[in-house]
């Protein structure tokens, strides 16, 4: 759990830098767009609000202890009514120019770089050399493949603020989150019995052995 958070966390502050880079990348230095402006927004959006909550947390941990605030399901209500409006505001645009057929590939693709994200984490975290035990390589695979719509929106909507097409732009990340949820729903129970059997046989072999008696 610790790991998994420190990725979801380390994430968010990765994408407020490697978002205006790959502005600069892609459009080049000759582009108009404002990148101290996005910078600046993606770190009061992203990281002050993360900042500001680990401050609170140490003067009201002890409350949230005793009461216990339904935080899950507050949080689960809040990324539906995103997920939501979000849809809305995007299919209910009349200049989106989306076809069937280029709707299919979008999925097709986003699937194939899902599943290729998820085959490399596992490659990497399960290679010989490392360090990592298996309950790490799950939280590597999930975490560090799977992004919310509560960090992309907002990204989107800063970095391509006032662009007509943007409803159109929202399209692979409407797709790319239920994706996710849905293979990680499917790989799960594969998953978990490939991480049981791991740390079965890593207590197996750590085991001391039995004297021989001669």
């Known amino acids: ?15 407020i830098v490697i978002t205006p880079l790959l502005l600069l990348l892609f459009l080049g230095s000759s582009s108009s767009v404002p990148f101290t402006s996005i910078f600046s927004q993606l770190f009061m959006t992203v990281v002050v609000p993360l900042i500001i909550g680990q401050i609170v947390r140490r003067y009201i941990k002890d409350w949230l ?19 939501y409006t979000t849809f809305c505001d995007t299919f209910a645009n009349p200049n989106i120019d989306l076809d069937k057929f280029s709707l299919i590939v979008i999925v097709f693709i ?49 970095v391509f603020a006032g662009y007509e097409h943007l409803s159109l732009i929202s ?6 989150h239920p994706a996710q949820i849905l293979l990680g729903s499917l790989l799960v129970p594969t998953i ?23």
């Open 110 to 158: 986003i699937f194939s770089v899902q599943m290729s994200f998820m085959f490399l984490t596992f490659l990497f975290s399960t290679r010989n050399n490392s360090s990592f035990t298996p309950a790490d390589t799950v939280a590597i695979i999930f975490c560090s493949t799977h992004k919310s719509l509560t960090l992309g929106i907002p990204m989107l909507k800063i």
């Open 1 to 15: 759990q610790a790991a998994a958070i420190f990725n979801s966390a380390f994430g968010s502050f990765l994408g």
């Open 171 to 176: 399209v692979p990340l409407l797709i790319y």
């Open 192 to 214: 978990k019995s490939w991480m049981v059997s791991r740390q079965k046989a890593l207590k197996l072999t750590r085991q001391p052995k039995a004297p021989v008696k001669v």
């Open 65 to 83: 202890e005793r009461k216990k605030p339904p935080f899950g399901a507050i949080s689960s209500c809040v990324l539906l009514m995103i997920i």
